[in-house]
């Protein structure tokens, strides 16, 4: 998929790189536009070779933003559900656009259309798209995993739920026993989340029934995945399309009962970052000859945009019995064949570097309630306490313009002053995870910023077993500059970077897009 393509040789198992925080492209170096959809397996018609099929929706307003990302798009806009194909989950190949706008409208648009999965009805011998259509449910049916779908029935939730139309949803598929189900939510509040099995009813594609295994928070982006024979329930916090942590619960059976009972736990290695600046979108469990591999495929989108590049974010999931470790990767191999993953040698290693995965200005009364950075620690030596109280507080991020966005990205950068002289440092710590080591070796560290006057200290370091290396800034720097650190050296697994500022009142500092990657 140019998620950075490596060539593909028929019938060599190799690992090919999946590269997160850009636009991505299909091997043939067309934009890939699938949002809000799933990836199912399906036999190839014409040589029954099983393939990935991924469908999403393609938004006018992502093109709109791939093409200007300076810009932050009002609306999004339906025009189709694209599909893909793929054999190695890697190189992707446009199928078709599988539900055109004509047939999703054919009978009325009704607002919203989005949020989708595709299932294979044996009974029928026919594949169903069941989409979210305005306040109720679209499903459509075609001959062909790759289309064309065409209308087959609306259906409304109220008898079932209480609401004509789902919360968000998405479609699960059983690979052992070949059922599937649609997983979605409550549609008012969305406190409630259910499955139902899709199957024929009357000679129609239908819910065969429906099971509620959740009541408590509010949750969306629900979606599902297997592993080990134990099923997964997963969701996102309320938070409009804005980026958040990643929440499951864990059954034995797909009917439940999930543990903890209406109580989500938090995906550890989600939280420093909003997982990776997404919501949960769905999952592909790869049983390869070697491992078994769960991805996580998040969503990166907010009407249109404006929280960092890429609107697909996959991540590879670890395991530490049935706790789920979220792996917050910018770069990573995979081969699909073995389901062997590792990180790659370009990966980024710090944890919301662009300073997208804090949406609003920060501190933040409503939600989140929030007094700091995600990822990031602010130490006040001296100065106003960073506090709730937006009279004296100072305001840790900044709202970059559109000039200012065709130097970095997204619409969100650091922070650094205050109205009395201050005293400030914000850091992170980098340190290996169960899953992810960070090499001994020489690292670069890399950062856009600019500065006004005022500063008696301001510098950019790093910090490992004792050994600091700095990049002092020295006078005024009015227009965005990349600030480089080379030859950083990290041991023992760990390293402290940050910025280190002493200014008058009213000095202030911009700083954004901070990579560390290993030389």
């Known amino acids: 998929m140019a998620l950075t393509i490596l060539e593909v040789v028929p019938g060599n198992a190799q690992p090919l790189n999946i590269k997160n925080d850009v636009f ?36 006018k307003g992502a093109e709109i933003y791939r093409e200007s990302p300076n810009k932050t798009v009002p609306g999004s806009g339906f025009e189709s559900v694209t599909c893909y194909t793929s054999t190695d989950m890697v190189n992707w190949t446009f199928e078709s656009d599988a539900l055109t706008k004509t047939d999703a409208t054919q009978y009325g648009r009704g607002g919203w259309i989005g949020r989708l999965g595709v299932a294979y009805v044996k009974k029928l011998n026919k594949y169903a798209m069941l989409v979210q259509h305005g306040s109720e449910v679209l499903i459509a049916v075609s001959e062909h995993p790759a289309g064309p779908f065409k209308w087959h029935q609306k259906i409304s939730m109220l008898d079932r739920i209480g609401t004509s139309n789902t919360g968000d949803q998405t479609v699960f598929t059983d690979e052992d026993t070949g059922r599937s189900y649609l997983v979605y939510s409550y549609g008012k509040g969305r406190n409630k989340i259910y499955i139902s099995e899709i199957g024929v009813k009357n000679g129609k594609v239908d819910l065969l029934d429906c099971i509620k295994i959740f009541e408590g928070a509010g949750r969306e982006g629900n979606c599902m995945f297997k592993y080990k024979g134990k099923y997964y329930m997963a969701a996102s916090n309320l938070y409009g399309w804005d980026a958040s942590l990643a929440y499951y619960l864990v059954a034995d059976h797909i009917n439940g009962p999930y543990k903890p009972k209406n109580d989500m736990l938090v995906m550890d290695g989600s939280n420093k970052d909003y997982a990776h600046v997404t919501q949960t979108g769905f999952f592909v469990t790869l049983k390869g000859t070697k491992q078994e591999t769960v991805i996580y495929c998040g969503d990166r989108w907010s009407d249109f945009a404006g929280n960092g590049l890429g609107y697909n974010q996959w991540v590879p999931l670890s395991f530490n019995g049935d706790r789920p470790f979220f792996n917050s990767l910018g770069s990573w191999d995979l081969n699909a064949k073995t389901g062997e993953w590792n990180v790659a040698s370009d990966n980024n290693f710090v944890l919301n570097g662009s300073f997208e995965a804090d949406r609003k200005k ?95 200290k301001l510098e950019v370091y790093a910090e490992s077993s004792g050994k600091r290396v700095a990049y002092p800034v020295k006078d005024e720097i009015s227009e965005w500059k990349m600030i480089e650190l080379k030859n950083i050296p990290v041991k023992n697994g760990k390293v402290e970077i940050g910025f280190a500022a002493n200014g008058d009142a009213g000095a202030s500092c911009q700083i954004d897009d901070v990579s560390l990657v290993l030389q």
């Open 24 to 59: 991505w492209n299909t091997r043939g170096g067309q934009p890939i536009y699938s949002q809000g959809g799933g990836i199912f397996r399906f036999k190839a018609p014409a040589t029954a070779t099983e393939k990935f099929y991924w469908y999403g929706v393609h938004y």
């Open 362 to 456: 920060m501190p933040s009364p409503v939600k989140p309630v929030q007094t700091f950075l995600m990822g990031w620690e602010t130490v006040v030596v001296k100065g106003n306490k960073v506090s709730l109280d937006s009279t004296t507080s100072p305001t840790l991020n900044h709202t970059n313009s559109e000039e200012e966005r065709k130097i970095v990205i997204g619409e969100r950068s650091l922070h650094i002053s205050d109205s009395v002289p201050f005293e400030r440092k914000v850091y992170q710590t980098i340190s290996s995870t169960p899953y992810v080591k960070l090499k001994n070796g020489l690292y670069t560290l890399k950062a856009f910023l600019r500065c006004s006057k005022g500063f008696t």
